[in-house]
């Protein structure tokens, strides 16, 4: 905008003085001076349009929590339309993203007026309050009306101590033996124990979910009136994670049916027990089946392929989805009977990159790649089947596909080759088979990224912020059984605490040969509706 304002300024400068010119050589210098100035102004101009440009290209495509909202989006779209021309169809595109954003806001709106926020509370139970104006204030006066001011409160945590009596019946002749009724299952939890099933779910959650640390759960306790050491803490882990096997095995074979799984680790910190105060790199693996709702995860020591033999059986069939890892290939040329997908995500994240020097070159492949996404949002709004979207891929996807392998083809030519453009050329041609594998007809149910099994280690993450490091290497098994059953609830939206309310007194009165058959959390989810948590609206 402000260029346009400084090219309208040169060309009624312009139209006024044209008749009145200089008619020395003192007038022509200043005059010279004087477009000389506005041409630098408009250059500056130019330069910080380009920067922003550049860094709102960073932000539509760069980490999810740096990317721009549907309003954001649209600027986007408006200001390129400014700096360079747009064909009809750019036009059309830019005329629908301002539809979406207006019919959004809209909804939001709607869903907002009208006093709809009370729905959410209707459920709780109600104290009503009566404040009443002083009785002699109020003598010979009728009550004719009242208003009513309504809040939502909440009151600390319960603390109380549960004593369970169980009386022991005999028979006065000594004809039968005593007996006695058996501890009720929660009580069976965690046997011998001072500590409750309420009290052990509450830990669980509070280091998994919430992301507390045991030592900062202590001192939490200790403001409500109670005590929990941090070591019997611990041990609350470790023996709810014992009770826990049984499901992440389980859930483990409901990825492996699904045949279709995406595969990512991430490193996390470990207490190193042989150098008191220091650390090494350990690493959480995790195996989605995005279409099953169900992800596992195992901890390993380090980054070894043999952990992905490991993990699957032998002769598997099946599609895996990966990053651009070397491991994964070598691993996968070992197992012909897997189909091997890449990110598309990855490939983007190079060309952001290269971006930064190289904005000629990488600008259309970056467009490209924002019409592949837009083609999976289409299709992802009409509801297609998997079918439908193989079909709807090979008819719209495929034909940019051709285009970004040409001009990375084109660009691998290049004398000026270098830096972060030959990171991105190098690694879209070299892996160009498994990047555009997912738009053939018969691969509608692969993803273009995973970037779902990414989201899955958030908790980790934010875990690890908290508490820095796992206390030894032999407990990282605990972690990983519990982060496999919680992720797990988070995908299907059910409520952590009362799944594991639900499911641990079962499993502690099983037996050894008990399965996790009928207790995992798309059970719990068919069986207790209530306790799937809404949806959070992204803003």
């Not at 006065?172 to 006695?180: A, G, K, N, T, Y």
């Not at 949002?377 to 709807?392: F, V």
């Not at 690890?464 to 919680?486: D, E, F, M, Q, S």
Request: contains cysteine; aromatic residues 10%.
């Amino acid at each position: 905008m402000r260029s346009v304002i400084l090219r309208t300024r040169v060309s009624a400068v312009e139209d006024n003085d044209i008749a009145e010119l200089p008619k020395d050589l003192e007038g022509w210098k200043a005059r010279a001076a004087y477009f000389e100035s506005l041409f630098k102004i408009e250059k500056l101009t130019s330069a910080k349009l380009r920067l922003i440009n550049r860094n709102l290209a960073q932000r539509l495509y760069g980490p999810s929590s740096e990317k721009l909202n549907e309003a954001q989006r649209l600027l986007f779209s408006l200001l390129d339309e400014s700096t360079a021309p747009l064909s009809e169809e750019g036009k059309e595109l830019i005329k629908e993203a301002r539809k979406g954003v207006n019919d959004r806001g809209a909804e939001e709106a709607k869903r907002r007026g009208g006093g709809r926020n009370k729905e959410r509370f209707e459920h709780l139970p109600e104290v009503v309050t009566l404040v009443n104006p002083p009785e002699q204030e109020r003598q010979g006066l009728a009550w004719i009306s009242e208003e009513i001011t309504e809040h939502v409160e909440i009151e600390p945590a319960k603390v109380y101590r549960h004593i369970i009596v169980r009386p022991v019946w005999a028979h006065p002749r000594r004809e039968q033996s005593p007996i006695i009724a058996p501890l009720p299952p929660e009580a069976q939890v965690y046997p011998g124990s001072m500590y409750g099933l309420r009290l052990m779910v509450r830990a669980i959650i509070g280091k998994y979910v919430d992301h507390q640390p045991l030592y900062r759960q202590e001192g939490i306790g200790l403001r409500e009136g109670i005590w929990v050491p941090r070591q019997a803490l611990t041990r609350i882990v470790e023996n709810t994670a014992h009770l826990l096997i049984t499901i992440a095995d389980q859930l483990k074979w409901k990825v492996l049916r699904s045949r279709y799984v995406q595969i990512d680790e991430t490193v996390t910190k470990v207490l190193d027990p042989e150098r008191r105060g220091r650390s090494h790199d350990a690493y959480f693996w995790g195996f989605l089946a995005p279409h099953e709702k169900a992800v596992y995860f195992e901890f390993s020591a380090d980054r070894s392929e043999a952990k992905l033999f490991e993990f699957f059986p032998l002769k598997w069939e099946g599609n895996v989805q990966t990053d651009g890892a070397s491991w994964y290939a070598s691993a996968f040329a070992d197992m012909p009977f897997l189909r091997h997908y890449e990110c598309v995500a990855h490939l983007r994240r190079y060309v952001l990159a290269a971006m930064v020097a190289h904005e000629a070159q990488m600008r259309p492949i970056l467009k490209d790649i924002m019409r592949l996404y837009r083609i999976e949002r289409r299709a992802k709004k009409l509801n297609l089947t998997h079918e439908q979207r193989g079909h709807y891929r090979h008819l719209y996807a495929k034909p940019i596909l051709k285009r970004i392998q040409k001009a990375f083809r084109k660009l691998q030519r290049s004398p000026a080759l270098e830096g972060a453009l030959q990171d991105a050329v190098t690694y879209a041609n070299n892996r160009w088979q498994h990047l555009a594998a997912y738009a053939k007809v018969g691969n509608g149910h692969i993803n273009i990224d995973q970037n779902p099994i990414e989201n899955m280690f958030r908790p980790t993450k934010l875990g690890r912020k908290n508490w820095l490091a796992i206390g030894h290497p032999k407990a990282g098994w605990r972690a990983a059984v519990l982060y496999t059953v919680l992720c797990t609830c988070k995908m299907l939206n059910v409520n952590p605490e009362a799944y594991l309310l639900w499911v641990l007194p079962q499993l502690a009165v099983g037996s050894n040969k008990t399965t996790a058959q009928g207790l995992l959390p798309h059970d719990f989810a068919a069986a207790f509706p209530e306790q799937v948590l809404p949806v959070r609206r992204k803003r």
